[in-house]
């Protein structure tokens, strides 16, 4: 099999470009999230989270979904070499998606003043909302482009635009408006203008590829085949950001903008474990529609389950450290959150357990069975809302934390089942319990020696016992093996960078 034909190695040139990027970007929004919460304290940070929420939540019913339509539909017709089908595939989805988020943004600014009054009783959330609205149709055209750029494999364009550009303009943009007193409203504000900037970006890359492409008549049925799978998609992200977001909005309503400061310091940093497996899991979403479409299952399933394994080996670090040193959190957004530190460890220990059986819910969207995850996501949804409503009054934002928890404990049972009857995926070997192991001891030792030592000290520590236990016992030959492959493609990517590099044959 040719290089460029072997799954594990295209899967590695992808993830290092990603890797690298994505990083970058969730720190920067990381330290965006730190100075808000610095700057301008709990009441403040809760306003700016909360209408942050209701946006992105949002945001997904502006997109239609079409993001993710481009994404699989433009992979699927690049593999096919229909270049005129790729062509009408992105000009419908643009069209369709930049005048659904134009309507929805217009709507958003009509009601968001008299919603946040009635429900919220807090008119600065309503005016927050209102600025946030106006970023809609560039966050939509962000998504898009960086869409379409990951289904033509231009990985590095597709992460510079989503991952780079707007986390770090909106970090600039954000020291110097609170450099100048600006407050709540000038870090809205900076995070519309780094957004409008990014859209920029994206569009103009994507306009350079597109008007290269042949000319081709979008047919009705082409469309509706599109719009079926993405509405689809839609539904699944409405109700997926709304399962994140619950716990804020409803803190909100039932308790107040302190406390939801208060919880969304304490969920930021478990969100490592939501963002990390995605730095393996998103190169691979195009490789799912390929080796799927060219009914290579068994190398489907090989890959997946050393893409699930390599998500537990970098997530279970992750995991230990929230866990065995939840100051962390009141390290990072100061004294004022110290009771956030209580949110981390239940959160930390349901999403390690998520991710621990892979991306089941990517593998069902880019291999045509959306509907069976949209079904998953409903459900986690629905009971989100009921736990939290049960929990919220009787403990507070703990009560928020240990409902969250619970369904996805619960939704994970279910996945595992569906990847297992429905694509024969075992993601889980024997090599997992030496890292189970590993884990173990490492926290352990990390809780032995913070008795003695500073945490951030028995922090370091305790990393350092995870890898030396993992280099030394727990990792496997196919680790070697993708450590090879990562190392490979990284070592080609400099050379290419630094103009070393040959052309291949």
């Not at 920067?28 to 009441?43: D, E, K, N, P, Y």
Request: proline residues 4%.
């Amino acid at each position: 099999m040719r290089q460029a034909d072997r799954p594990l190695s295209s899967w590695a040139k992808s993830a290092v470009v990603f890797l690298a990027g994505f990083c970058f970007g969730k720190l920067g929004l990381l330290f965006v999230q730190i100075l808000i919460g610095r700057a301008l304290g709990v009441a403040s940070y809760g306003r700016y989270s909360l209408g942050l929420s209701l946006v992105m939540i949002v945001q997904w019913l502006a997109s239609l979904g079409l993001d993710w339509g481009v994404l699989r539909y433009c992979a699927i017709h690049c593999a096919a070499e229909r270049p005129e089908q790729v062509k009408s595939t992105i000009r419908a989805a643009v069209i369709l998606s930049l005048t659904s988020s134009m309507l929805l943004a217009a709507a958003t600014v009509l009601v968001a003043p008299v919603a946040a009054r009635r429900l919220f009783d807090d008119p600065e959330l309503g005016t927050t909302v209102v600025f946030f609205a106006l970023a809609l149709p560039f966050y939509v055209l962000v998504r898009m482009s960086s869409s379409f750029e990951q289904s033509i494999q231009e990985m590095g364009r597709a992460t510079v635009v989503q991952h780079i550009s707007q986390p770090f303009l909106n970090l600039l943009l954000l020291l110097g408006a609170l450099e100048v007193g600006l407050g709540l409203s000038g870090a809205v504000g900076t995070f519309v203008l780094a957004t409008m900037i990014s859209a920029g970006i994206g569009c103009s890359w994507m306009w350079s590829t597109y008007r290269r492409l042949p000319a081709a008549q979008t047919g009705f049925s082409e469309c509706r085949q599109l719009l079926r799978y993405s509405l689809a998609l839609m539904l699944i992200g409405i109700t997926y950001q709304g399962f994140l977001r619950t716990p804020n909005v409803l803190l909100g309503y039932l308790a107040g903008p302190y406390a939801v400061g208060l919880y969304s310091a304490g969920q930021s940093v478990p969100w490592l474990l939501i963002l990390v497996p995605s730095m393996l899991t998103q190169p691979f979403f195009p490789l799912m529609v390929r080796l799927y479409e060219q009914n290579r299952i068994q190398e489907l399933r090989e890959l997946y389950r050393k893409v699930s394994r390599w998500n537990f080996v970098v997530v279970l670090p992750v995991f230990l450290v929230l866990c065995v040193f939840p100051q962390v959190v009141t390290a990072l957004f100061g004294e004022e959150f110290s009771e956030a530190s209580g949110i981390v460890i239940p959160l930390s220990a349901a999403w390690l357990v998520y991710f621990s059986k892979g991306p089941v819910a990517s593998l069902l969207d880019m291999t045509g069975r959306q509907d069976v995850d949209l079904l998953n996501m409903i459900a986690a949804g629905l009971l989100n809302v009921m736990l939290n409503l049960l929990l919220i009054p009787l403990y507070g934002t703990t009560g928020a934390a240990f409902s969250t928890a619970i369904v996805i404990v619960a939704w994970a049972g279910v996945e595992y089942a569906e990847v297992r009857s429905l694509y024969g995926i075992v993601p889980w070997s024997s090599g997992m319990i030496r890292l189970v192991v590993v884990g173990v001891l490492a926290a352990v030792a990390g809780i032995a020696i913070q008795l003695v030592i500073p945490w951030p000290v028995a922090m370091a520590a305790s990393i350092v016992v995870y890898v030396v236990l993992f280099l030394g016992w727990g990792q496997m030959t196919e680790d070697r093996e993708l450590f090879h492959e990562l190392l490979t493609a990284l070592r080609a990517s400099v050379r290419l960078r630094l103009g070393v590099g040959t052309l291949s044959r």
